[in-house]
């Protein structure tokens, strides 16, 4: 058996086979400590042709099993009080209403408490608007101040061309010489 660990947003792929939610962004609490986060932020076992568990990050219970074989999924929550997810249809409603109206979303914005204003891995996972900036203040600084990213592909690239987290093939900080 062949068995590799990862951190939650790697059961994206697999989980966003069967939910039609943003997987990551989904709330749970542990059945055996009551912890309470967001799936991304819990750890993930593949265990190569046997399937994907998902475990607590604080006391290392399998909370989420997952299976695929013959065409089916198969799915044991045993391991979760609940799961809690976003209305996506709400969503969905509010970017018809903007379609109707001629509207364009320009930036999603949001804060980081304690770490720098540059897009998180799970950030990267949930920002579903490749047209729009994400706009980002970071509150560990002395005086706050945005920053903004465009995000495609789970990748980040601020306006200066670099990246910011992962890795853009042929993407390059654009020169000062040619900027004059």
């Known amino acids: 058996m062949d068995e590799l660990r990862l951190d939650g947003n790697a059961a994206a792929r697999t989980l966003g086979e069967v939910f039609s939610f943003e997987v990551t962004t989904a709330h ?16 993930v076992y593949e265990v190569r042709g ?6 607590c990050p604080s006391c290392d219970h399998a909370m989420i099993r997952l299976a695929h074989s013959r065409g089916r999924h198969r799915i044991d929550l045993r391991g ?12 969905a409603r509010g970017d018809q209403r903007m379609r109707e109206r001629g509207e364009t979303l320009l930036a999603i914005y949001h804060s980081h408490p304690d770490s720098p204003a540059r897009p ?15 706009l980002i ?3 560990s600084e002395p005086r706050p101040r945005p920053r903004a990213a465009r995000v495609a592909d789970r990748r980040a690239c601020d306006g200066r061309g670099h990246v910011r987290a992962g890795r853009a093939r042929g993407s390059r900080p654009a ?3 040619a900027s004059r």
């Open 50 to 55: 046997l399937g994907t568990i998902v475990r």
């Open 120 to 134: 998180s891995a799970r950030d990267l996972a949930a920002h579903r608007y490749p047209e729009a900036l994400c």
């Open 137 to 139: 203040v970071s509150l």
């Open 175 to 177: 020169s000062r010489a």
């Open 80 to 91: 979760i009080r609940h799961l809690q997810v976003e209305d996506v249809g709400r969503e």
């Open 28 to 43: 749970y609490a542990c059945e055996s400590c009551g912890r309470a986060d967001q799936i991304g932020a819990a750890m």
